[in-house]
């Protein structure tokens, strides 16, 4: 029951969609989302909250804007451009895993080999630079 004293209620979507001037659809989720944002304002997380989250975000995946847009113009939805621009974030994630795969015990050839198995890294081979 919602409390009547709250005059408003705005609806928070946990993926959000947006094109892009080349016509191309992109989702991403969203970090105004109250259980996000408040994952995100979290120092530390458990791993509980972190699945919850996951299975929040994977039941609401949009599976049916997905579709419908990709049966109008499918197009709009071919992956992302040739973007070969490293980020900090994806250069401090990659990094992270390789010495996770190290310390598990995984060869250097063995761990860089899995991490370009893997989206986004497959799309990066530059990385490789940073493995050392």
């Known amino acids: 029951m919602l409390d009547d004293s709250i005059s408003s209620f705005s609806f928070q979507s946990v993926w959000k969609a947006r094109q ?11 970090p105004d989302h109250p259980i996000i944002k408040k994952l995100l304002t979290k ?16 039941d609401t995946t949009p599976v049916e804007s997905i579709i419908q ?37 995984k060869s250097k050839e063995i761990a860089i080999k899995q991490i370009f198995n893997i989206e986004p890294f497959n799309n990066y081979t530059q990385l ?5």
């Open 20 to 30: 892009a001037r080349d016509g191309a659809r992109y989702y991403y989720i969203n």
């Open 43 to 58: 120092d530390l997380i458990t791993n509980k909250e972190f699945q919850k989250a996951i299975e929040v975000i994977g």
């Open 69 to 105: 847009y990709q049966s109008e113009d499918p197009e709009s939805h071919e992956m992302r451009g040739n973007n070969t621009e490293l980020d900090s974030g994806t250069i401090e994630l990659a990094k992270l895993m390789y010495q996770s795969l190290l310390d598990s015990g």
């Open 128 to 132: 490789i630079e940073y493995f050392k």
